[in-house]
């Protein structure tokens, strides 16, 4: 219902399975009360009530809240409608405009060479998402390297050789201590004289948003970046936590201001019941989810798809 709306007759694709599945706790929760919401009760100020106090309570933020019931009260009454699963369904619309991206994804974009810095804080899943990432475009028939950009812990380069193993590409590193523009110049240099790379993925270190020299380092990287590669970095992917909730909005105010932040790989969504702060991201920040960790292995991630989301949230 909700996809023909939006003109989308397609089957549902096995990305938008994955992050239908994945919000089964969200949509168990508190967001499955918002459904009641509309089933048990009429169109007035008491629905309109109830609402605001469910998107709170469901982490989705005050100002972005009051933004979205605004918007689909003024819908449900300029369009006259009367029956509330009519204004539901209104709701629902006015969650995908919200979570739309301004532009698309750059990575596949045609260019010699597509390079890709992953930055986030230690432990929340980056390292893992890289992985993730690589497998997903190898499969997609692109070339792959990564690049062990996280010299401050030999830990963090180990555990980038093995999630390079498992997906079967190649890791650029050097030893630890070592200066991590210098990684990433000479993965540059490889994946473009002697790999023939499609796309180049950089770690970065874990690092709080707080931190100024570790931040410094992360803007030297792209300036070396950008003078090896035209328009580089062409996608800085912000690794965030959604079991952290409202917190993840902080980590990525501090990231967006010191590294320009383009997109957002949201991770162990499948875990947690606090997804409705994707919506709060994406409204106070303008920087839209990219892509959503829906379990552990390798092969689970996924494209984020507005529609997708909001269906697994709510329910068709």
């Known amino acids: 219902m909700l996809r023909r709306l939006f003109g989308r007759q397609d089957e549902k694709s096995a990305d938008d399975l994955k992050i239908e599945a994945s919000l089964k706790k969200t949509r168990s929760g508190i967001f499955g009360q918002v459904g009641a919401l509309f089933h048990e009760n009429e169109i007035g100020d008491e629905l309109w009530e109830e609402l605001e106090e469910a998107l709170i309570v469901a982490d989705v933020g005050m100002e ?7 918007s689909t009260r003024a819908r449900v009454e300029r369009e006259a409608v009367m029956r509330a699963d009519d204004a539901y369904l209104i709701l629902k619309q006015e969650m995908v405009k919200l979570l739309q991206p301004d532009e698309p994804l750059g990575i596949e974009e045609p260019r010699i060479l597509t390079v890709v810095l992953v930055v986030g804080v230690n432990g929340s899943g980056k390292t893992t998402s890289i992985g993730k990432l690589a497998l997903r475009y190898k499969q997609l028939g692109k070339r792959v390297v990564l690049a062990a950009g996280d010299t401050f812990r030999a830990a963090a380069i180990d555990q980038l050789k093995i999630w390079g193993e498992r997906a079967e590409v190649e890791v650029i590193a050097q030893a ?7 990684v990433l110049f000479d993965a540059m240099r490889a994946s473009q004289e002697s790999r023939s790379a499609d796309i180049l993925i950089a770690d970065t270190a874990g690092r709080l948003q707080n931190k100024f020299n570790l931040m410094q380092e992360l803007e030297k990287m792209r300036r070396v970046a950008a003078k090896q590669v035209h328009r580089a970095p062409h996608e800085i ?4 936590d959604a079991s952290t909730g409202q917190n993840a909005i902080l980590q990525a105010k501090g990231f967006q ?3 320009g932040v383009t997109g957002i790989v949201l991770t162990k969504l499948d875990s947690t019941a606090r997804g409705g702060a994707v919506l709060n991201i994406k409204k106070q920040l303008g920087i839209p989810v990219r892509f959503v960790g829906t379990g552990e292995k390798l092969e689970d991630l996924a494209e984020f798809d507005p529609v997708a989301f909001v269906e697994g949230l709510l329910g068709e």
């Open 257 to 259: 201001k010191a590294s």
């Open 237 to 240: 992917l912000l690794v965030l």
């Open 176 to 182: 630890p201590g070592s200066d991590p523009a210098a």
């Open 64 to 70: 972005t809240t009051l933004e979205l019931v605004e």
